[in-house]
């Protein structure tokens, strides 16, 4: 069993700059991809940076040049480093890790973009 715990979400003015961070625990050996997502108030969830174990990245075309996903293997820790908000990043983002074919999604953690 794998627990997916994301943290570092906030409030923060257009133009800020926020780092999530996403903790796995348990069985996370044969790590597969890492990804984040987000989802704003009556929207569907939506992928925003995918991250694979050979090192494939794919981000969404709403955050190219702004965010940038990383992974610090020896934390089993997965980052969203988040700049240039705009009020359109605003919603919860989710962290989702897949390990043995599985994927586990955290709990999300709400980010505000004040205009």
């Known amino acids: 069993q794998v627990q997916v715990v994301e943290s570092g979400g906030g409030l923060v003015q257009a133009g800020g700059s926020l780092r999530l961070s996403c903790a796995a625990s348990g069985s996370t050996f044969r790590f597969n991809a890492a990804g984040w997502y987000r989802q704003a108030p009556g929207k569907q969830r939506e992928v925003v940076a995918v991250?694979?174990?050979?090192?494939?990245?794919h981000y969404a075309d709403s955050v190219k040049g702004r965010f940038t996903i990383s992974r610090d293997s020896a934390l089993n820790t997965v980052y969203l480093q988040m700049d240039s908000l705009k009020p359109e990043d605003a919603a919860v983002y989710y962290c989702t890790i897949t390990t043995m074919g599985r994927a586990y999604w955290g709990q999300g953690t709400q980010v505000t973009v004040s205009s």
């Open positions: 991250l694979t174990s050979v090192g494939t990245i």
